[in-house]
């Protein structure tokens, strides 16, 4: 279900806004930082949380040529909706079984690891009939996926070989992860780029053309500019989330957070002191005081580790959740003051009017921000607006999309997907 409400009139339990222009904005900078690489969006998880297709196609409106995905499954759904021409998928997470001919006859580029899959894809390209579209991933030292150096990498590559020779298969990419990237200084970075090149030079002096040759994430996009090679993957910092604090801050790159999450104050009232709060009494009110109930609990995402410690702006000032964050809801002590039900309390967003960020809520949490984005559940609408880049409010759809206040014009209109996530493998 989909439609356009205004929101004066479409009050929400809780809302993560998703600002459209900002992640536009965002692609521009990462660009700009790595000017001679094409840029790869990593939607995968829903766009950490965000929403895979809106986000893919704003990334592609803002220069990103390539969309990747953790799994097949959602590749295959982006390809169903629908992506500008000319734009192209990449997967990288199999399993035996998967569904090898359905990605090869969309045009998909899968990422092969080990005999097991070039032996999967090309069995799949055959029955098909048309040649995959496949990238060689290398294990340059993460230790998760990834072709082993020596014997294991010849062995792959030139079985790859023999495939292409065949008709079978194309050999797109050859590529790699980092482990320490965003870990300034950390030698396992250039030791990762030292084997990087040499299984490159290996694979290229066997007869490999690939299009592409990539290992930079999003740190390494930030701050390595050795690494960037033809193609840089963005995921986090798409969003406007920097990898790690000792990388830098957002503003530092000249990004925006992206998510603003929200909820809709759902109660007030007066306790005495020595009140007990939530699950087990870990917090007792100290005296006098007023309470308020936040309406997102733990099945929206909140974190209960944040429980006592999470960061909560409320009529103008930050509050403490107050006590166990509960499934559903928790509490705050408003210290005597008395906003009305249904006041903004907001969890996390830029910052910029004072709110808490998502790093602040990962401080609280003992996590990262990538955790404390992605974790937030579908029973959080995505309200899609677009207010940082000057565009005219109107997305690839044309719906008006554009909040009033700064960056929007007149009445404020949003985009509203009720369930969080059932709409993105729509066409639209």
Known sequence: MNETVT????????????????LRANVRALRALAPDAALMAV??????GHGALRCARAAVEAGATWVGTATPEEALALHAAGLPDGVRLMCWLWTPGGPWREAVEAGIDVSVSGMWALAEVTAAARAAGVPARVQLKADTGL???????????????????????????????????FACADEPGHPSIAAQLTVFREMLDHAEAAGVRPEVRHIANSPATLTLPESHFDLVRCGIALYGISPSPEIGTPADFGLRPVMTLSASVALVKHVPGGHGVSYGHHYVTPGATTLGLVPVG????????????????VGGKWRTVA??????????????DEPEPGAEAVLFGPGDR???T????????????????????????????????????????????KLGGPGGDGPARVDLDPTGHADEGRAR
């Open 354 to 356: 004072g709110e808490p």
């Open 43 to 48: 939607v995968k998880s829903q766009a950490y």
């Open 298 to 313: 733990y099945a929206d995402g909140v974190p209960r580790h944040a429980s006592g410690t999470g960061p909560v702006l």
């Open 358 to 401: 998502a790093e602040d809520w990962a401080q609280a949490a003992g996590t990262i921000a990538y955790e404390i984005v992605t974790r937030i559940g579908a029973r959080v609408p995505r309200v899609y607006v677009d207010g940082q880049d000057g565009r005219d409010g109107r997305d690839g759809r044309g719906a008006p999309e």
């Open 143 to 177: 230790g998760r996926s990834g072709c082993q150096p020596g014997e294991d990498w010849a062995e792959l590559v030139g079985a790859a070989l023999r495939a292409e020779r065949e008709g079978v298969l194309r050999v797109t990419g050859l590529w790699s992860h």
């Open 323 to 336: 006590g166990r964050v509960a499934m559903d809801q928790f509490v705050v002590d408003l210290g005597g």
């Open 7 to 22: 929101a004066a009139t479409a009050p929400l339990r809780a809302r993560a806004e998703i600002d459209l222009g900002a």
